[in-house]
Each structure stands twice: as C-alpha cells, then as structure tokens.
C-alpha cells in the first residue's frame, strides 16, 4: 500500500513535493492543504484534493505523513508542532540558531500524541549536516568548511526587496574561488565571514529612484550585506525576468583532518551540490524523509527527530536485501 502524504503550502516548495511524489511509486499525494482560496490553487495531481487548511484535521486518517512546506521565520515554528499533533510530520527548518527550541517545542507534541516529527530537512540544514558529521566522527582532528553558492539566496533577495525605491531583486552568494583552494590544500586556513563569500546584487530600481541610497542601504544592511564584499547592479525589469528567473543554487562542505601518530598525514573530504532549482531538491529530500517518517513509526518510535537520528536505509524505497546486493 502506498505512503499516503499531505502538502501544507503550495509554493515552490509545495510544488517540489508534488513532483517528487510522482517519482516515488511507494507514494501517493492525498490532499494539498492552503491557506487561499482552495478553488484559486490550480494541482498537478489527478485525483488529489486541493483543501482548506483548517480541514486538516478531519482528515487523520486518511493521511500517513504531512510534508510542511512553509517559511521558518513565521509558519514552521507554529505548523510543525501544531500539526505533530495530529500527524506524522516533516519540515525543512533552517534558521540554524533555533534549531534546538523547535526541536524542543515539536519533540513535546510528538510524544505527547505518539507522532514521529522530523525537523530541518533539506540540504542545509540536512545533507549538509550528516557530511559534517561523518566527517568530524572520522576526522576528529581538523576542520569543517561550508561554503554556499554559487546559488541565488531568497532569504537575502526578500531583505534587498524591502528597500524602499526597489521594485524587484535577486542576490547570489559566491564562494570565494581563493579560500576554496586554500581549504582543499589542507592547510586548514582560519577564514572570516568576508574572506569566505561575496554577494552580488540585481536589483531593478522603482522609476526616479536614488540608486546611490539604494546601494548605501543595501551594502551597510546588517545580519545580510554588512559582513560581506557586496557588489549592486541595477537592472531592467526585462533583464531580471530574461537572466535571473531560476533558482539554482548549490555549495560545498569541505573537512580537512590530519591522521598518524604525529599527524603527518592530511586527509580532505569534500561533498559538493550543484543545483538547477533549489526548491525542487530540497522537496526531494523532504519526500525521501517522508518515507523514514513513515517507516520509523511503524516500528512504534515517537518524538522529534533529525537527520542524525535516521538510519539511510531508512531513505530507500528498495529492501535491506536489495540495498546490500546493490549498494553496499
């Protein structure tokens, strides 16, 4: 019998998901759930519902796992506990610093209703995270490198929007070429904010706009900009839509550790992603996740998980049997 999912939030995060589902023939998708009108949210699924948020919860038993597909600033902090009240839940959290209260909040509501809630899903938190841990449990003497990009953050393209005189934007975050080579020879550099990325900015200005205000706020803008070598480019509206409409993005976690009774040896391990569409890939992980969610609480377990708590095998839709003959 397939895993029977729910969607909460059909953006391009909630869109993802529907695609992926349809490449995991262990999955089907139920109902997409969303806070507009449910008649406006036009679905890919044939046989799918499309439904208000607040049917939800008449549908328990109609739905194994609830993938959550909204933003971490606001909804994911209150929809992840919520709902891991009544469903088995995945979320994509990635505001790092608070990850151990939301783990805290979702663990509580979890266990409370025998759910299983798997938070920070995607590649950064997520795929990201266990290579770091992999490679600090191998390497424990050395150092951890993340790098991010080339890639368009939307979280920073948001902040430049708010600009007064900005009609539109995009920003990409850049490893820099030179303390990438210099963390691959293995001399383990120690690399401030602005050593590691620079940000470039495209930015297309409302009419009679004051481009030297908007570049000054942009550059000195705090928790964003301040920290890092930002470059601005003003842009048509034409030019944004015909160069920057994609999302791709990608990175590198980098580990470099020294082995042998006088550490004589260096050993570098790198895990790198180059992405097309940085929502499409994060629902993938989010559909492999859903799977574990699924499988783990089969097997009686409750409560907030990570990806450190996920065995792989677990992520497979193939059998123990089949991942030992093909994988291993």
């Known amino acids: 019998m397939a895993i029977r999912i729910g969607i909460l939030g059909y953006g391009n995060l909630g869109r993802g998901v529907e695609c992926a589902i349809r490449q995991n023939p262990d999955m089907e998708l139920v109902a997409v759930f969303t806070r507009r009108d449910p008649a406006a949210v036009k679905i890919l699924t044939e046989g799918a519902k499309v439904c208000r948020v607040e049917e939800a919860a008449s549908m328990k038993d109609q739905i194994d796992v609830m993938i959550l597909c909204g933003g971490s600033a606001t909804d994911l902090p209150v929809q992840t506990p919520e709902f891991a009240n009544m469903f088995h839940v995945v979320d994509s959290f990635d505001t790092h610093a608070k990850i151990p209260e939301h783990f805290a909040a979702v663990d509580k509501a979890a266990k409370e209703t025998g ?36 890639g368009v953050s939307q979280g920073h393209s948001d902040a430049i929007r708010r600009v007064e005189g900005v009609k539109d934007a995009r920003q990409y975050t850049i490893p820099v070429e030179k303390a990438l080579e210099a963390v691959r020879s293995g001399s383990n550099p120690e690399l401030t904010t602005r050593e590691k990325h620079t940000r470039e900015c495209y930015v297309v200005a409302e009419e009679g706009a004051d481009l030297a205000r908007i570049e000054q706020e942009i550059k000195t803008m705090p928790n964003y900009f301040a920290d890092y070598d930002t470059t601005v480019h003003f842009i048509s509206e034409e030019e944004l839509l015909r160069d920057h409409a994609g999302i791709p993005h990608g990175g590198f976690v ?18 790198s992603l180059k992405l097309d569409s940085n929502p499409e890939f994060t629902s993938s992980i989010l559909v492999a996740y859903a799977r574990a969610a699924y499988r783990m609480a089969k097997e009686g377990q409750t409560g907030c998980k ?10 497979s839709r193939k059998s123990g049997e089949e991942l030992r003959k093909e994988m291993l």
């Open 115 to 150: 759910h299983i809630g798997i938070i920070s899903v995607g590649w950064d938190p997520g795929m990201f995270s266990l290579n770091r841990l992999y490679a600090e449990a191998v390497l424990p003497e050395g150092e951890n490198y993340t790098f991010w990009g080339k």
């Open 254 to 271: 980098i580990r470099s550790g020294k082995t042998g009774w006088n550490q004589e040896n260096t050993h570098v391990v790198e895990y």
């Open 306 to 315: 990570t990806v450190f708590d996920v065995a792989p095998a677990y992520l």
